[in-house]
């Protein structure tokens, strides 16, 4: 592997050390249900309306898969920090995924000027290599602490460093390029390394290697400490089969104008969903295109600033623009898309290490199905359409 500066593999590419911000609100997050129980034993006579049981099989946390063996979910989850401009193409390792979260990439939608940036999460099974790699943003730390993660990353700013080291009971942010030389966590591809003007760049080509990354860290062994998301216990109880409208596809914009579309088509014969980015079909390095089974769009309010550990936020920080999702104790609007249709509702997080809860229009808990989810957040007023 090549020895470089983190400055150095990562310079020439737009906001180099952009992070994106998680934000703060006054409003209450909503409070978890409580698990059903079984009804009290009937006295009068009459025939007792049956109660939902909990659903009690072993399940891959961030899939909802059964889980044949228990002990096979014990290990670390691990998180990594992939660009997602049209010159950072193509990518590595998205398919193992079990979960892909698409956040900014450092500029406002206001200005025209917005991409995306990616964080494929892996558990149940691990990519060998994933490829480009790039800095942590804050808002993966409320993203990823519920499921205790270590996160492959180029750096950040200081201080987005330092917000993350305040979590550090929830996941592990610091084991980065230059943090692990020497440990194969991280290698250079030198297919990717390019010169410019004279110039070497290395930002697209970092390389992570998830399963060597997860060595580095003896916290968390006994991996996520919950399901991350509201699996349904059976195909019946998914709630697009339940209440769905149609949604063969599904177009996220993540610019100004309700432009800069991620579109997810669904395939009736494969029964999974094909991405596609603004430009076309969204293709990994050998030709393998993405797919997912679950799309989950939530909605979330776009500031720019820098955070303080009391939670102030101050926008503008410094004369560049930092990206922040406000998810922390506040609540917004989601979609989610499974089998060619789509329900809609109100998401709500609390604390930094809790989950979102999803509540759908008519009141009733959201139930996703079991497979990969990409989970998009662009911004709170996005018109995000849904075709039959």
Request: net charge positive; hydrophobic share 35%; aromatic share 10%.
């Amino acid at each position: 592997m090549d020895s470089v500066s983190r400055r150095t593999a990562v310079i020439g590419a737009v906001g180099v050390a952009g992070v994106a911000l998680v934000g703060c609100s006054t409003e209450a997050p909503a409070q978890t249900m409580p698990p059903a129980t079984q009804s009290p034993p009937d006295t009068t006579g009459a025939t007792p309306t049956p109660t939902p049981t909990v659903d009690t099989t072993p399940r891959w946390p961030l899939t909802g898969k059964v889980l044949k063996d228990p002990e096979d979910a014990k290990h670390i989850a691990v998180a990594v920090k992939v660009p997602d401009n049209r010159n950072e193409h193509p990518q590595m390792g998205l398919d193992k995924a079990d979960i892909v979260y698409v956040q900014m990439d450092g500029y406002p939608a206001a200005v025209g000027r917005s991409s995306t940036r990616l964080v494929p999460v892996f558990h149940s099974q691990f990519a060998d290599t994933v490829n480009p790699v790039r800095s942590i943003r804050p808002v993966d730390i409320p993203m990823l602490a519920p499921m205790n993660a270590i996160i492959g990353n180029t750096g950040a700013f200081k201080w987005v460093l330092d917000y993350a080291k305040e979590f550090s009971d929830h996941l592990v942010p610091m084991k980065s390029y230059m943090a692990t030389k020497g440990t194969g966590s991280y290698s250079i591809l030198a297919s990717r390394v390019r010169t410019w003007q004279g110039n070497t760049y290395y930002d697209r080509a970092v390389a992570c290697h998830p399963k060597v990354l997860a060595e580095q860290t003896k916290k968390f062994p006994d991996g996520p400490k919950q399901n991350y998301f509201p699996w349904a216990a059976s195909d019946d109880e998914v709630s697009t089969e339940v209440a769905g409208k149609p949604a063969s596809k599904v177009s996220v914009p993540w610019m100004k104008g309700n432009t800069y579309d991620m579109t997810y088509t669904y395939s009736a014969k494969a029964k999974h969903y094909l991405r596609s980015m603004p430009w076309g079909p969204h293709v990994l390095a050998g030709g393998k295109r993405v797919t997912c089974d679950n799309v989950l769009v939530i909605r979330t309010k776009h500031v720019f600033g820098k955070i303080y550990s009391s939670g102030k936020i101050v926008p503008n920080y410094g004369g560049h623009d930092e990206p922040i999702h406000d998810i922390i104790n506040t609540k917004g609007s989601f979609y989610y898309a499974h089998g060619g249709k789509y329900v809609t509702g109100t998401w709500t997080k609390g604390e930094v290490d809790e989950v979102f809860q999803f509540t759908l229009a008519d009141g009733s808990p959201l139930k996703m199905a079991p497979g990969q989810t990409y989970v998009e957040l662009p911004n709170y007023n996005a018109k995000v359409r849904f075709s039959g």
